[in-house]
């Protein structure tokens, strides 16, 4: 079992910036993807950014240029740094944990809000 603990959203303004943050516990942290998705009210939860094992990258178009994906693995944390944000950003983000070479993240947190004031 890997267990998820995020952190670091809030309410922010248009423009502004946030640093979410994800600590993972239970297994080998370097054996697992990561990755963060969210959801809007109303809508499907969706991809948002992914960092491998080796620190290979993703991201969804929507916030490439944007949003940064990182690891520490000295820490076993995921963080999320998120610049330029848009209302449409507001979301509850999740951070996710797949095991290297699987395709289903079956691993999840419990969420953080953010919300982009206009």
């Known amino acids: 079992q890997v267990q998820l603990v995020e952190s670091g959203g809030g309410l922010v303004q248009a423009g502004g910036s946030l640093r979410l943050s994800c600590a993972a516990s239970g297994r080998t942290f370097s054996n697992y993807a990561m990755a963060w998705f969210r959801q809007a009210p109303g809508k499907e939860r969706e991809f948002v950014a992914g960092?491998?094992?080796?620190?290979?990258?993703s991201y969804t178009d929507s916030v490439k240029g944007r949003f940064t994906i990182s690891r520490d693995s000295a820490k076993n944390m995921v963080h999320l740094q998120m610049n330029s944000l848009k209302p449409e950003d507001t979301a509850v983000y999740y951070c996710?944990?797949?095991?290297?070479?699987?395709?289903?993240?079956?691993?999840w947190g419990q969420g953080t809000q953010v919300t982009v004031s206009s």
């Open positions: 960092i491998s094992w080796s620190r290979s990258t």
């Open positions: 996710a944990a797949r095991y290297h070479g699987t395709r289903t993240y079956d691993y």
